[in-house]
């Protein structure tokens, strides 16, 4: 598993050089202070929870994505939004509880405006009938918060033999997700079009071939769905029945790649310059070596 430790710590480092390069985009935005101060303390939470997960500790960096999903959204409904936006100022103050409800309502009914990529992926919707948006807000909402979900990540973070696989899971399904909703925010918002489909494209490659590796070891998620049922009893939502569907997602997009390719007629070799072009531009020579060209078709 020191390879796939390895792919992780690249793929989290040329997040957090794209992180690095939306943060000075905002730095220099016309943005209102509270959207623009909102999306740079999440971008900056995030790529501390890049650094969190090289650690090797998902479990204190589990708690902090709730955080950056709640600001990244309240960001964009507060540049809008005079009532929200009064609200906000009533919690600063101390007056009244956050009204996150009414910002995820909000957003939901304005969603065309604020994203440009994840609107167009009805993958997530198809497979697990909800979007990216709602599938991400449920795993926060079952890591965030449930003692029992804690005990069940804390037992399986202190088995050597798992934990790789998990935290592997949770960074594809999870952090990723997040890390693409927070691009396509401020993409949109700064309409920066070609680097949110470069991103977009770099993430479903990432997320195929982890999967991929993930997959190869079917005992280890059984041990794990093992621990999770101990914990969590039956029926397992937490893991058994997400992971299944999880595993379709991934199988789509490989799928959708495929069909990509056959519908453009486009011959390997020339998909292989393609995939080549996106990630020289991610990622440094001595990163793609490691990789091992990990993207390409395998022999």
Not at 76 to 98: F, G, M, P, T, W
Not at 103 to 126: G, W
Not at 166 to 191: A, G, R, S
Request: hydrophobic fraction near 40%; glycine fraction near 2%; charged fraction near 35%.
């Amino acid at each position: 598993m020191d390879e796939l430790n390895e792919f992780i710590k690249i793929f989290n480092r040329m997040y957090i050089r794209l992180i690095k390069k939306l943060l000075k985009k905002l730095e220099k935005s016309n943005l209102k202070d509270s959207c623009r101060n909102n999306l740079i303390a999440s971008g900056e939470l995030i790529i501390d929870i890049l650094k969190l997960t090289e650690k090797q500790k998902i479990n204190v960096a589990l708690p902090c994505l709730r955080n950056v999903y709640e600001m990244t959204l309240k960001a964009i409904a507060l540049e809008d939004n005079q009532e929200i936006k009064e609200s906000y100022d009533k919690v600063i103050k101390n007056v009244e509880k956050d009204k996150m409800s009414d910002v995820r309502k909000y957003i939901a009914e304005n969603f065309n405006k604020y994203f440009s990529v994840i609107e167009k992926d009805e993958i997530f919707d198809n497979i697990l009938g909800e979007g990216i948006l709602t599938y991400v807000y449920k795993c926060l909402c079952r890591y965030s918060h449930a003692t029992k979900v804690n005990e069940f990540v804390y037992l399986v973070q202190n088995d050597n033999n798992l934990k790789e696989y998990f935290n592997c899971y949770l960074v594809v399904f999870l952090i990723y997700q997040i890390i693409l909703i927070y691009t396509d925010v401020i993409c949109t918002k700064l309409e920066l079009e070609k680097i949110n489909n470069e991103a977009f494209m770099v993430s479903a490659i990432i997320m195929f071939n982890l999967m991929n590796i993930l997959f190869k070891s079917k005992s280890k998620i059984e041990d794990i769905k093992k621990i999770s049922e101990k914990i969590l009893g039956q029926p397992d939502e937490l893991f058994k029945i997400r992971i299944d569907k999880e595993k379709q997602i991934t199988l789509q997009y490989a799928k959708e790649t495929d069909k990509l390719i056959k519908e453009n007629e486009i011959k390997k070799e020339m998909w292989n310059i393609f995939l080549d072009y996106y990630f020289k531009k991610y990622f440094t020579k001595k990163e793609l070596e490691k990789l091992n060209i990990l993207y390409k078709e395998e022999e």
